[in-house]
């Protein structure tokens, strides 16, 4: 199956830090990521939708310059979660759709988790 | 907006039951229904995927089902083992271009 990393796999960092979190696909090309973030013992919240080379779509909530979404190429997208405070402490997991794919089925990376100390 | 709930929420039984897990959702017009694994603070391994023209799909001791009119789908685990102890997520989609919408989850023990 389709494979997805992600990087790093955890990250610690003080408060008023930017994190950046790199998502790849690393044998296929993803023209959509999307970006959940996941509370202990909660379901995933979509973050939001990125599409290759244009601007990402957020969700209800989501403040999209304090999540910031770039896909740049259709094997890498990033998200930077700018001046980091502790209730942004999560677990972070992209996923990927297969282009061209008929179940359009998104494959998801093994998640970053996030601690802002 | 497409709710997703899965009962029970946490589910605890001896090695060798057979089992099923819950899953409705609030939009009966989906696209596909897949069902996931999760270990604690580990990522997402996909477990089954029903496309919405389907009734089931199965892969080994594992049986998913889709009653797409009736917004319900459950996943079956037979003879259970306490490797099957996870979480189990069900999440459905509306359309091809739309991402996933998860339930909360069923947390599965399963002792030896």
């Known amino acids: 199956g389709a494979v997805v990393s992600q990087h790093p796999s955890r990250v610690i960092c003080k408060s008023g830090t930017s994190v950046k979190i790199e998502c790849r696909s690393l044998?296929?090309?993803?023209?959509?990521m999307f970006w959940y973030r996941q509370f202990p013992k909660k379901s995933l919240m979509l973050m939001a939708t990125s599409n290759e080379g244009s601007k990402a779509t957020y969700e209800q909530g989501v403040e999209k310059d304090k999540f910031l979404i770039n896909h740049a190429s259709l094997t890498l997208s990033t998200l930077t979660v700018t001046s980091a405070h502790p209730e942004d402490s999560s677990f972070y997991i992209c996923s990927a759709r297969v282009a061209g794919l008929q179940n359009n089925e998104q494959f998801f990376g093994p998640g970053t988790r996030l601690t802002v100390l | 907006k497409q709710e997703v709930t899965q009962i029970p929420a946490a589910l605890s039984v001896p090695e060798g039951e057979n089992l099923v897990l819950n899953c409705s959702f609030t939009d009966s017009a989906i696209y596909n229904l897949q069902w996931f694994r999760q270990d604690p603070g580990k990522g997402l391994t996909s477990l089954l995927l029903?496309?919405?023209?389907?009734r089931e799909q199965t892969s080994g001791r594992l049986n998913a089902s889709l009653d797409k009119s009736s917004g319900r789908s459950t996943l079956y685990i037979a003879a259970s083992q306490p490797g099957d102890s996870a979480t189990y997520l069900c999440?459905?989609?509306?359309?091809?271009?739309?991402?996933?919408?998860f339930g909360k989850g069923t947390r599965l023990s399963v002792i030896a």
């Open positions: 029903i496309q919405s023209s389907q």
């Open positions: 999440a459905v989609r509306n359309s091809g271009n739309t991402p996933l919408v």
């Open positions: 044998d296929f090309q993803a023209t959509t």
